[in-house]
Nanobody
């Protein structure tokens, strides 16, 4: 059974940084495209960043230039480095293992982590 465990969330002031980690069981990270999503209260879960098995990346316009997704296949871990954080980045962040075709990330519904809370506030 696939397990994805997020960590690294917390409370940070505007302008600060956090690095989220997603540790996966087995060889999920090396065999799948991986995505980071976020869900703010009252809003739908939305894709923030994705990385293909080959290392290509894609970002939501709202985080371009501030967030960086990366993967370490040897550690079966995906990261989301978040810089210049804004209050509107406040959300629960989830990682997902899925597929990536023609510039679009397709999440696998069975491959979600439990989420980690990120709160950006002064």
């Amino acid at each position: 059974q696939v397990q994805l465990v997020e960590s690294g969330g917390g409370l940070v002031q505007p302008g600060g940084s956090l690095r989220l980690s997603c540790a996966a069981s087995g060889s999920i990270v090396s065999n799948y495209a991986m995505g980071w999503y976020r869900q703010a209260p009252g809003k739908q879960r939305a894709l923030v960043a994705a990385i293909t098995s080959g290392g290509s990346t894609n970002y939501a316009d709202s985080v371009k230039g501030r967030f960086t997704i990366s993967r370490d296949n040897a550690k079966n871990t995906v990261y989301l480095q978040m810089n210049s954080l804004k209050p509107e980045d406040t959300a629960v962040y989830y990682c997902n293992a899925g597929s990536y075709y023609s510039g679009t990330y397709y999440p696998r519904n069975a491959y979600w982590g439990q989420g980690t809370q990120v709160t950006v506030s002064s």
